[in-house]
Nanobody, 117 residues
Framework: QVQVVESGGGLVQAGGSLRLSCAAS????????MGWFRQAPGKEREFVAR????????YYSDSVRGRFTISRDNAESTVSLQMINLNPEDTAVYYC??????????WGQGTQVTVSS
């Protein structure tokens, strides 16, 4: 089992920045990737970004590419999501996940990000 805990959400004005963190614990020795999804009110959960553990390859959704940066700390099994130039459409609950396969296998509880206009 892998436990996933997010932190760092909050309220920010449009154009501002936030940094989310996510820590994985437990059986993390065989992680394939970690990443983030988000879910806005009334919408389906959507992919945001991920980073693979073997070579740090990163992937982003079109809506965040160029504004969000995912990074990792191997020693601590943590990932961070640096978000800049936020806009109200980024308002959502952000969920971190850990995957031992190419799919998310373990999820955090989510952290709220609210961007005011």
């Amino acid at each position: 089992q892998v436990q996933v805990v997010e932190s760092g959400g909050g309220l920010v004005q449009a154009g501002g920045s936030l940094r989310l963190s996510c820590a994985a614990s437990g059986r993390t020795f065989n992680l394939y990737a970690m990443g983030w999804f988000r879910q806005a009110p009334g919408k389906e959960r959507e992919f945001v970004a991920r980073i693979t553990w073997s070579d740090s390859t990163t992937y982003y959704s079109d809506s965040v590419r160029g504004r969000f940066t995912i990074s990792r700390d191997n020693a601590e099994s943590t990932v961070s999501l640096q978000m800049i130039n936020l806009n109200p459409e980024d308002t959502a609950v952000y969920y971190c996940y850990a995957g031992i396969t190419s799919r998310p296998n373990y999820w955090g509880q989510g952290t709220q990000v609210t961007v005011s206009s």
